[in-house]
């Protein structure tokens, strides 16, 4: 089985930063791709980011491109949203995810969640 455990969460003013982690562990992620996935409250879960663990490269969904940078920590097995310039519409639950052939935005696609971290952007 795997954990993901997600850390990091808090209340910030707006345009300031955070950084969510996500602990991993049960079997090593060489293969895997990792996401971030958040919800608001009503509304669906949906795509934030995406790495793929072996060669790091990234994907972002539109609305938070240019502000937050997902990485990883290979020797941790650790993945980080580096979240920056954050705006009220950024508040909601924050997801960590994983899987093996995930398709990019797809949450069906992916195997494995951790339990959610809260982000509350305040104006």
């Known amino acids: 089985q795997v954990q993901l455990v997600e850390s990091g969460g808090g209340l910030v003013q707006a345009g300031g930063s955070l950084r969510l982690s996500c602990a991993a562990s049960g079997r090593t992620f060489s293969s895997y791709t990792m996401g971030w996935f958040r919800q608001a409250p009503g509304k669906e879960r949906e795509f934030v980011a995406k790495?793929?663990?072996?060669?790091?490269?990234?994907y972002y969904a539109d609305s938070v491109k240019g502000r937050f940078t997902i990485s990883r920590d290979n020797a941790k097995n650790t993945v980080y949203l580096q979240m920056i310039s954050l705006k009220t519409e950024d508040t909601a639950v924050y997801y960590c995810t994983a899987g093996d052939r995930v398709v990019v935005a797809v949450k069906g696609s992916y195997n494995y969640w951790g339990q959610g971290t809260q982000v509350t952007v305040s104006s």
């Open positions: 790495l793929n663990w072996s060669g790091g490269n990234t």
